[in-house]
């Protein structure tokens, strides 16, 4: 009998992750580096998947986006302009015991008291006044705080400064890649044929100093953003915003990530040239966190890099002449929190006869490998043969993999740990009738099909 352990906890999709190389702790050999993450082999094929699941829905699906890759290193005038260099900060405090650094609204958070990274350094620090006996550091259990200062997140580097003293005017690794959508907003007017409204997407890195590292690939220093900004005649916001919402919601349930694991968190504090923030929440491990930022950011950025810039960021509407700085309507999703979730989503324990099976019961399309080629037997040419024909087949088509090591049961059980969706094994009847044995991850079940009728067998199921 099969029973589904539901418990993910954290842990076990760790040590998966590792186990299987979906990911690796960064420069492991050298004990580590905090905050950042590597992609192993059947991470990258998911994320990838991930990726293209994204830009597929948002701009190969649409006709009304338009896609970009901007560098990550930009004018740092742009990041004077967006408002970071002032004001991308989050609250930190110091122990004054152990000198670990601490993110203040995370200390507060977990003393079930409420408060969140966009309040001024005034407010939360008026709120840890309060709360200060209930608040002890997670490191060595003193309750003893420096008071709360603004952190600036902004990464610096020293590219294009050879004057010795970067730091006096440093460049900065972006800390969120829609800056790079902002500042080609007018190229991509000029060269591409869109009308308002329409939208910029792009896939890249983002960079952030964040305080505390913590929930594995949950928050890290260098991760990966999908952010698409729609551009919107102004007071059509809430309109848009409305439809983003829906379609955005949408995206997650078709990468299988079930509706109670689900749910909107609206902001309290905005920034203060928002008109509206929601975030959708995924149930993690840990609990209902952030996973996506949708944002009303009405023509803030549009009139920040117009006026530091000097260029005219006005769009003139073809046919009613009006001229006017757009509207901004935002999604903003993360690789590294979207990767969580599915996985968390997919993993699963099931009982059977012989023992416990993990299974990543991940949706097809986002498997790292599509289709396993198994020969019955590794010491028989024949079966090796042709199944290496069948892999070299399929390969043309889907990200598959050959295996001939161990007994097929330990096959089986390797490809459910990463989630492939089917297993094919060829075997003596195989090289009688041309057919092979196809079992199903989620089921087990297993069919017999013709060699010439794959294609056709696996474009319908993937
Ligand atoms: N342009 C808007 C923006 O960057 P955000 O809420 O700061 O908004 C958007 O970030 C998304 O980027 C988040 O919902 C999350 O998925 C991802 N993200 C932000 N910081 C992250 C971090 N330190 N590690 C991993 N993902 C992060």
């Not at 997670?138 to 705080?145: K, L, N, R, S, V």
């Not at 203060?272 to 803030?300: Q, T």
């Not at 390969?395 to 094919?424: A, H, M, S, V």
């Given at each position: 009998m099969k029973k589904s352990i539901t418990d993910n906890s954290l842990e076990k999709i760790v040590s998966l992750c590792k186990r299987r190389g979906f990911v690796f702790p960064s420069s492991e050999i050298y004990d580590g580096f905090t905050a950042v993450y590597d992609f192993g082999p059947y991470g990258v094929e998911l994320a990838n998947n991930i990726k293209a699941a994204w830009w597929k829905a948002m701009t190969q699906f649409r006709d009304d986006v338009v896609g970009l890759d901007s560098a990550i290193f930009m004018n740092p005038k742009i990041w004077e302009a967006s408002g970071h260099v002032s004001g991308f900060s989050d609250p930190l405090t110091e122990c004054r015991k152990c000198?670990?650094?601490l993110r203040l609204d995370f200390l507060l958070e977990e003393a079930g008291i409420m408060a969140d990274e966009k309040m001024t350094e005034e407010e939360i620090n008026e709120i840890f006044e309060k709360n200060k006996t209930k608040i002890k550091c997670?490191?060595?259990?003193?309750?003893?705080?420096?008071?709360?200062?603004?952190f600036n997140l902004l990464v610096q580097s020293n590219l294009g400064n050879f004057t010795g003293d970067w730091t006096k005017a440093p460049t900065y690794l972006r800390g969120e890649t829609c800056q790079g959508i902002y500042v080609n907003f007018k190229n991509v007017l000029d060269s591409v044929r869109v009308k308002i409204p329409f939208g910029i997407a792009q896939i890249g890195k983002a960079f952030r100093n964040e305080i505390t590292a913590r929930q594995f690939i949950f928050r890290t220093r260098e991760f990966e953003q999908m952010e698409m900004q729609y551009f919107i005649k102004p007071g059509d916001d809430k309109k848009y915003y409305e439809m983003w919402k829906e379609i955005r919601w949408q995206f997650y349930l078709d990468l299988g990530i079930s509706a109670d694991n689900l749910k909107w968190h609206q902001h309290e504090h905005?920034?203060?040239?928002?008109?509206?923030?929601?975030?959708?929440?995924?149930?993690?491990?840990?609990?209902?966190?952030?996973?996506?930022?949708?944002?009303?950011?009405?023509?803030?950025d549009l009139s920040q890099h117009s006026k530091f810039s000097g260029t005219d960021l006005n769009y003139l509407d073809p046919i009613t002449n009006e001229k006017y700085i757009p509207h901004v309507v935002e999604s903003s999703a993360g690789v590294g929190r979207?990767?969580?979730a599915v996985l968390n989503e997919a993993y699963q324990e099931e009982e059977l006869e012989g023992g416990t099976r993990v299974v990543l019961k991940l949706a097809p399309?986002?498997?790292p490998i599509k289709i396993a080629v198994f020969p019955l037997l590794k010491n028989k040419p024949e079966l090796v043969k042709k199944a290496r024909e069948v892999?070299?087949?399929?390969?043309?088509?889907?990200?598959?993999?050959?295996?001939?090591?161990?007994?097929?049961?330990?096959?089986?059980?390797?490809?459910?740990?990463?989630?492939?969706?089917?297993?094919?094994?060829?075997?003596?009847?195989?090289?009688?009738?041309?057919?092979v044995t196809?079992?199903?991850?989620?089921?087990?079940?297993?069919?017999?099909?013709?060699?010439?009728d794959l294609l056709k067998f696996f474009q319908e199921k993937i």
């Open positions: 000198h670990a650094r997670p490191t060595c259990g003193a309750q003893d705080f420096t008071p709360g200062k603004n905005l920034v203060f040239y928002a008109k509206e923030a929601y975030d959708i929440e995924y149930k993690y491990p840990f609990g209902f966190k952030e996973i996506e930022g949708l944002h009303m950011r009405g023509n803030y979207i990767f969580l399309h986002l498997a892999y070299d087949l399929l390969k043309l088509k889907w990200r598959c993999e050959f295996d001939d090591n161990g007994n097929i049961g330990k096959r089986y059980r390797r490809q459910d740990e990463i989630g492939t969706p089917y297993c094919l094994t060829i075997d003596f009847d195989s090289m009688e009738n041309d057919c196809v079992r199903n991850r989620d089921t087990m079940k297993q069919e017999v099909i013709n060699i010439a």
